[in-house]
């Protein structure tokens, strides 16, 4: 077996899809972000091909370039916002948030099982942080209760879908705590959320209805949109605070191909409703497919399933490869919200068939 370099576990040779190659094979792919397989559709790349050849990797300066602008007036007709902020990565979304509202909260509470970018964006913001236990609600409300003096404003701080397990944040529990404080908030990094969930794909505060000017998510078009840069909607209110940190006027666009990229892969997402309900009824499938293996799978319509079972996950996931599957194999606590046990980490996207998706089960049933 050919070396990997470190932490990779497959070597990727056609463009991102339900079906691809991988390591000199044909597969059916349920890994990764790309929850529509839009990096991989013709019209992203063709979009990414067309601005490459008209404006270059990238402008090496500060300008106007219409690439840009139609990439955020994709990201604010998708989200219904005045002001699209795009940075660098979805990575530095937090961290840009979390600076630019320095000024209207006084003490972060952050779910302690919060991405890698949220803890630096943490440690960036130069606030009192408070950890609060995954997920729960109840010790949220504690914790609030023990450090918030008179008058002081709470900024609840969390991953809408957590990246490796699929857990949804009890946002609607959240904003429910925050309304005893006034002008408390609450940023989500809804990397996974946006494209996803809610009734039209603008993420976890659509699908938990809290969307309100409290309410911010800094998100990434690197995942279900199929391109790369992050992403904050934001208010005219907000851009100015951004445009105040030096996060976009101190770094470079990101590049023109992938600008164009996304705003082709958003218009496709916007125009084809039929794109959401597919990933709807996969996830439906999938759900009701693990269930009939007797695990435990929450009634949620995020499409990462995790499997933890009594057996050797790491042959699991050999018997899969033998059957051309590729799914991700996660060892204990291998990633910012991994449980302390290994799990195979499983995506559905909107274009896998039901076929693939019935094939894998019955070898998993083989096999768990
Ligand atoms: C929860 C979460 N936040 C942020 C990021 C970073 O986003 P990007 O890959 O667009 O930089 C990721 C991606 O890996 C993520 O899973």
């Not at 609840?156 to 309304?179: C, E, I, M, N, Q």
């Not at 125009?271 to 949620?300: C, H, Y």
């Amino acid at each position: 077996m050919e070396e990997l370099p470190e932490g990779l576990q497959f070597r990727m040779e056609s463009p991102v899809g339900p079906r691809m190659r991988i390591d000199g094979r044909e597969v059916s792919y349920f890994s990764g972000t790309s929850y529509h397989t839009l990096h991989g559709h013709p019209v992203v790349i063709d979009a990414a091909i067309k601005a490459l050849q008209a404006f270059g990797l990238g402008s090496g300066t500060h300008a106007a370039i219409s690439v840009y602008e139609e990439a955020e007036a994709a990201v604010c007709a998708h989200f219904r916002c005045e002001k699209a902020i795009s940075v660098a990565s979805g990575y530095l979304s937090m961290m840009t948030l979390l600076s630019a509202l320095r000024d209207d909260y006084d003490i972060i509470f952050a779910d302690e099982r919060c991405h890698f970018s949220v803890k630096d964006a943490l440690i960036c913001s130069q606030k009192p942080v408070v950890l609060f236990r995954h997920r729960d609600p109840g010790d949220l409300s504690d914790q609030m209760a023990r450090h918030l003096g008179e008058g002081q404003v709470p900024h609840v701080v969390t991953d809408g879908v957590f990246s490796s397990t699929g857990a949804l944040a009890p946002l609607d529990r959240y904003a429910h705590l925050l309304k005893s404080y006034s002008y408390g908030m609450l940023c989500v990094d809804d990397s996974h959320g946006v494209g996803v969930l809610g009734a039209t794909g603008r993420g976890t505060l659509e699908h938990f209805g809290v969307e309100g000017e409290n309410a911010h998510s800094a998100g990434t078009l690197s995942k279900a949109f199929g391109g790369f840069g992050g992403i904050i909607p934001a208010s005219k209110v907000l851009a100015k605070k951004i445009a105040a940190t030096g996060a976009i006027a101190g770094a470079s666009f990101v590049p023109i191909p992938a600008a164009a990229g996304a705003a082709a892969g958003l218009r496709l997402f916007m125009k084809d409703q039929t794109i959401l309900q597919a990933l709807r009824g996969n996830v439906e499938q999938m759900r009701k497919g693990f269930r009939s293996l007797g695990l435990s799978v929450p009634e949620t319509p995020v499409p990462i399933f995790t499997i933890q079972a009594d057996v050797d996950l790491r042959r699991v996931n050999k018997a899969l490869r033998d059957a051309n599957i590729i799914v991700k194999y996660m060892k204990a606590g291998g990633y910012a919200d991994a449980p302390p046990v290994e799990t195979l980490r499983v995506a559905v996207f909107s274009s896998h068939s039901h076929g693939q998706i019935d094939e894998l089960v019955s070898v998993l049933r083989k096999h768990l």
